[in-house]
């Protein structure tokens, strides 16, 4: 399996940006899907973006949709989540996860499918 590792959290003010980083080792996932979800205190993780293997099919959930982006670097060893006009509500720790699917069924993947990293929290204060 691919290992994964989340970096770029941190506290910000609302309407500030932040950009988070998914870095893998251990073998490419350039053919891979990947995702970010979200996972708020006392509520479930929720899907936030992902992004097809070729880079050219990206999903959004409406709650981030123009606000966030995904990207992948050429060499497609990292994905990036630009965060922009950040809000209280998108306060969670971020997950990034990578599996050999389509970016459709990405959106749909649950823990313990495919590759997870261990996170990496935003703060958005008021």
């Known amino acids: 399996q691919v290992q994964l590792v989340e970096s770029g959290g941190g506290l910000v003010q609302a309407g500030a940006s932040l950009t988070l980083s998914c870095a893998a080792s251990?073998?490419?996932?350039?053919?891979?899907?990947v995702g970010w979800f979200r996972q708020a205190p006392g509520k479930e993780r929720e899907f936030v973006a992902t992004i097809s293997g070729s880079g050219g099919i990206r999903f959004y959930a409406d709650s981030v949709s123009g606000r966030f982006t995904i990207s992948r670097d050429k060499a497609k060893t990292t994905v990036y989540l630009q965060m922009n006009s950040l809000k209280v509500d998108d306060t969670a720790t971020y997950f990034c996860?990578?599996?050999?699917?389509?970016?459709?069924?990405?959106?749909?993947?649950?823990?313990?499918?495919?590759?997870w990293g261990q996170g990496t929290q935003v703060l958005v204060s008021s």
């Open positions: 996860a990578a599996a050999p699917i389509t970016a459709q069924g990405m959106r749909n993947l649950r823990p313990g499918v495919g590759s």
């Open positions: 251990g073998r490419t996932f350039s053919t891979d899907a």
